[in-house]
């Protein structure tokens, strides 16, 4: 039988030629039946009648088994699909909790705004609904929570919406001021924990580990409920984050209509080369906008995710054009009802986008990842991702857009020019099959360990117990060295002047110097980045991009640690150009695989940025700038493997041959780590060499791009069988002949991509990944 998602299919793929096909790929996932239980014995009546007048007659059991296990005082994530109502799930036992006990708690943490004032609204609406929970009082707390309402909500709310920023800087950094709250901490939720990865993510799992034993101490026992996406592993991810065993629900039990998943990959374009003649493959944005015309001219409701503001804006622009040119009048009327979605995130926006698509006046609309959540859109009828938006789970998300409320769809990922995107395509199993991401994070990082100590010891001294469970005592001791802190018989304590360092550990970075980058037409603070990383991306003349709107740095100066820029929409995106050098400091751990060695090492990374390249938007290369600026050394962790020559050599690689092929396999490498690791390529960077001083073997180094490691390179260590067998097929993949931005270019090689060879690379990393899979 045909579907939906089939015939819409159909429709895109009259308008390609038969004997070059962009379609790779395409599945059709069958509708899934709902699944329900019963309300728990233990649920608020109040509760569960106003959930039933909403039509919620019975739950799903997925929301029954996450409200059970919080009820009885298990930890728990539910890692479920884009509206599967996880929401519920961690309502219902929280909610029933305040009713029974006046002085509990709930503490509801979320990464973005938006979000956070959706979760709030529904909570309110629940508890208006319900007289007995009239007491509940739910309230934000965040940066824009008026200053004369937050001594009212610190005495009074008993279910506070935050973020990340805020418990570590207000609640835990003015504890006492949140006694209250404390004592009577019932239930912590982290709603999108999958979000919290990296450094950041680091991070707050040490900030929740902060909550947790303030909270204990106080003779609280607070419940952690988190909601994930689904990745792989979520239950293990979930614990490393909060610290405390979690059990997972991950068997979604809501119902989805059934979609057609196509991968498309967009043609080379003719007559258009980008570096060193390499063939140049059309803009998924670009490609994008055709495909949403050509759904749109068909009835299909259309949502398209991009990267960038800049890009959602010429996206509807281009589709809007090709409607009026392809379709004349009826086009033109289809045309004015094409949306760009602005990520300024004002609720008025958000909710006049939902009634446009839910009630028609809109066809279509192009987003940055912002409507990815926080927004009420489902049942739609076609989704497309131009370019892959990053994890696996973010990809769901988007196509969970699609067909949310039981009819067909269509959902489509247009490959970028990027090694994964084009694996991706190209082997279907990694998308549609059994997650392999899984959600990094590292707390024993000693670079971030070292700042979150200075806050813990600040709220409450450690005993030399809690210090070993922490795995911090080699960090205090070497702060104690320092006069960071103070070892006493009972335990560590804080330095003598050290009382509230809250505010000078920034839980977004690594707690090194830092760069404020500040619009300079209005003065308005765009973001911060650690200085090391503010040379290749904020220098003089970088495009940079935030929450979708592009600026053009003027000025770096590292000096006042200050990045001047204006907002503007080039046609041209700008990497930087480094040389790199790298020295292995202590391997950690290695496996000997015949020929081959990987290891998991320390490393330190020493980086001169040289100037930066600019590139049109279609691939070519418009110059190349000069830059003066002192180099860095950046002490992190990487993945490193070493080759014997006879082993290249029986890979029938000549010495001269040997510094293309591992520099080719090292910019894949960097491509593909995504896959099993979630970070993005910029978060982590590579050294290959023909021969080594450290090792005195050919090698290749990728690291993480963070002081003391994020956790990415170890992921790599763990899973390098897999990680580097999908690199070699994403190169062997592609149809060009000698290397491209697909495959072994990279848009950050510091190096020109040069020298490179794809025969050398698809050898190499053939003896490579078969040695390691003897293992």
């Known amino acids: 039988m045909t579907t939906f998602g089939r015939e819409l299919l159909g429709h895109l793929l009259e308008h390609v030629p038969r004997d070059a096909s962009p379609l790779t790929h395409a599945a059709d996932l069958p509708a899934r039946e709902a699944r329900f239980a019963d309300w728990p014995e233990w649920a608020h009546a109040g509760l ?23 009820w009885a005082g298990r930890h728990v994530v539910v890692a479920t699909g884009t509206a599967s109502g996880k929401s519920l799930g961690y309502q219902l036992p929280a909610l029933s909790a305040l009713s029974a006990n006046r002085n509990a708690c709930v503490l509801y943490l979320s990464p973005t705004k938006a979000l956070g004032q959706d979760q709030l609204a529904s909570v309110v609406s629940l508890v208006d609904a319900v007289p007995e929970l009239a007491h509940v009082a739910p309230a934000s707390y965040d940066g824009d929570t008026p200053t004369d309402a937050r001594p009212w909500i610190r005495e009074n709310s008993r279910w506070i919406v935050t973020n990340p920023d805020m418990l570590h800087l207000s609640l835990l950094g003015r504890a006492r001021q949140w006694t209250r709250v404390l004592r009577g901490l019932r239930f912590v939720v982290v709603d999108e924990c999958h979000s919290y990865r990296g450094v950041f993510g680091s991070n707050v799992a040490l900030v929740l580990r902060r909550l947790d034993r303030l909270a204990r101490a106080l003779g609280a026992s607070p419940t952690f409920v988190l909601a994930s996406a689904t990745t792989s592993d979520a239950g293990a991810a979930a614990t490393t984050l909060v610290g405390r065993q979690c059990v997972e629900v991950t068997d979604d039990a809501s119902p989805q209509g059934g979609r057609t998943v196509a991968l498309w990959e967009p043609p080379l374009m003719e007559g258009l080369t980008g570096e060193h003649g390499a063939p140049v493959r059309r803009p998924a944005p670009v490609e994008a906008s055709s495909l949403m015309a050509a759904l749109v001219a068909e009835g299909a409701r259309t949502l398209t995710f991009v990267r960038s503001r800049a890009g959602a804006e010429s996206t509807a622009l281009r589709a809007r054009e090709r409607l009026v040119e392809d379709h004349g009048a009826r086009g033109a009327e289809l045309a004015g009802r094409i949306a760009a979605y602005r990520a300024g995130y004002l609720a008025e926006d958000r909710r006049a986008l939902e009634r446009g698509l839910a009630e028609g006046e809109l066809v279509g609309v192009a987003s940055t990842s912002a409507l990815e959540l926080g927004v009420d859109i489902s049942g739609l009828d076609a989704v497309l991702s131009a370019g892959f938006p990053g994890t696996i789970a973010s990809f769901w998300q988007q196509a969970g857009r699609a067909g949310r409320r039981g009819q067909g769809a269509l959902v489509v990922l247009v490959a970028r020019d990027d090694p994964l995107d084009t694996y991706l395509v190209h082997h279907p199993e990694a998308l549609l099959g059994r997650p392999v991401e899984a959600t990094v994070t590292d707390p024993r990082n000693p670079v971030l360990l070292a700042g979150q100590l200075r806050c813990a010891l600040a709220e409450r001294p450690m005993s030399h117990a809690e ?29 003598a002047d050290d009382h509230a360092p809250h505010a000078e550990v920034d839980i977004r970075g690594t707690g090194g110097a830092e760069v404020v980058i500040v619009d300079a037409t209005d003065g308005r603070m765009l973001g911060t ?247």
């Open 467 to 495: 210090a070993e469970v922490w795995g911090a005592v080699p960090v205090l001791e070497a702060m104690a060295a320092d006069g960071l802190v103070r070892r006493r018989p009972a335990g560590w304590y804080p330095a």
């Open 529 to 775: 980045i650690d200085s090391v990383r503010a040379r290749s991306q904020v220098h003089s003349g970088a495009l940079y991009l935030h929450q979708g709107e592009s600026f053009v740095v003027d000025e770096l100066d590292l000096d006042d640690g200050l990045a001047l820029c204006h907002p503007e929409v080039p046609e041209w995106t700008t990497s930087a150009r480094e040389q790199v050098s790298i020295d292995l400091v202590e391997t950690l751990e290695s496996v000997e695989a015949g020929p081959v060695t990987l290891s998991l090492t320390e490393v330190e990374v020493t980086t001169l940025v040289t100037g930066y390249q600019r590139r049109l938007r279609g691939g070519e290369i418009l110059d190349v700038t000069p830059l003066d600026l002192p180099p860095t050394t950046l002490a992190t962790r990487a993945v490193v493997y070493t080759l014997t020559p006879q082993l290249l050599r029986a890979a029938g690689l000549e010495e001269a041959d040997w510094p293309g092929a591992l520099h080719a396999a090292e910019h894949a490498a960097i491509g593909l780590l995504p896959l099993v690791a979630t970070c993005d390529r910029w978060d982590i960077g590579g050294v290959s060499t023909a021969l080594h001083a450290d090792t005195g073997l050919p090698t290749v180094f990728v690291y993480d791009g963070y002081a003391g490691g994020a956790g990415f390179a170890e992921r790599g260590y763990r899973r390098a069988a897999t990680w580097l067998g999908a690199t070699l097929e994403a190169i062997r993949a592609c149809e060009c002949e000698s290397g491209c931005p697909s495959c072994i270019q990279s848009p950050k090689c510091g190096n020109g991509n040069d020298p490179l060879s794809k025969q050398g690379a698809v050898a190499l990393l053939a003896e490579v990944v078969g040695q390691l899979r003897e293992v």
């Open 48 to 70: 569960v009648a106003e959930w039933r007048d909403r039509g919620v007659e019975r739950p799903w059991e997925h929301q029954v088994a996450t409200a059970e296990h919080a």
